[in-house]
C-alpha cells in the first residue's frame, strides 16, 4: 500500500475556502459509511454544509446498494449534508442534478490539484480512459420538515497502488496514483472539493442547471457513446445517447431493429445502469 499523508483537520481547515461546506467537520479514523453517519446527523438537526470525513470504511455504500471498496489512509470517503434547494428548481429537478453536479465538482477538484482531467459517466462516476477513479451516492433524509435535505457521499480513489485493488476491481477501476504517477495530497484535494461543490451547488440554486448542463456535458464520456442500459427486472436497452436533458435524464436513441426503420424517438432514462460499448 502506498504511504499517503494522513487528513487532519488543520492541514484541511489551513486551504479550506468555503463559506458553508466543512464548517462544521467530523473526521473519523474509522466508520461503516460516512454517508449513514451523516444521515444520522441529519435527523439529528446537524446544519447545512456539515461534512463527515473517514480514512477508512468498513461498509461503504455505492449505487444500487453495492460495497465500496474503502481501504484505509489512501482515498477520500466523504459525505456532506446539503439542507434547502432554493428558489429556481422544484424538489425533483434539484434531486436529478445534485448527483450530476458533484460528480462535476468533484472532476473539477481533481483537475485543479492535479492536473489530471477525468471524465463522466451518466450519472456520476467519474473515469478516466473507462476505468472508475471515484462516485457518488446521493440520498435523501426524510425528515417532518419544509427544507428538503440530501447527503451527498463522495468516494474517489487517492493514492491507491495498482496491486491493492481486489482482483475484480483491476481491469476496471483506477486512482489518481496510478495516473499521474504522484503522491496526492489528500488534505488539500478535499479542501478544493469542497470549494467546487460549494460553487456547483450555489450556482444550481440561483441560476437552475442551464449553465452546469452544459459545463455537465462537455465532460461526459457517455454522450455519443453506443451503450447498453440495465433497467432493472431484467430489462435491456442498445441506444445511443445523444444529450442530457433540461431535468438530468440521458437522452437515448434505441437501437433501431434493422437498417431500414425509422430512427426511434429519444428516451429520457431516469435511473438505469450504463455501460458503454466500443
Known sequence: MLASTPLTLDEIRSTLATKSLGQQFHLHHELASTNSEALLLAHAGAPHGTVVVTEQQSAGRGRQTRHWHSPPHVNIYCSVVVRGIGPVLTLSEWLSWVPLVSALAVAEAVRTTTSVGLSLKWPNDLLFQDR?????LCESAHISSDIPIVVIGIGLNVNMAADSFPEDLRHTATSLYEISRNSINR????????????????????HGSSRLRAAYMSHCHTIGRHIRLLLGDNQELLGTAESIGTDGALQVRPLAPSSGTPPSPLLDIRAADVIHLR
Open 132 to 136: 472508475k477513479v471515484g462516485g457518488i
Open 187 to 206: 488534505n488539500r484535494l478535499l479542501s478544493q472539493l469542497l470549494l467546487e461543490l460549494e460553487d456547483v451547488l450555489d450556482e444550481l440554486r440561483t
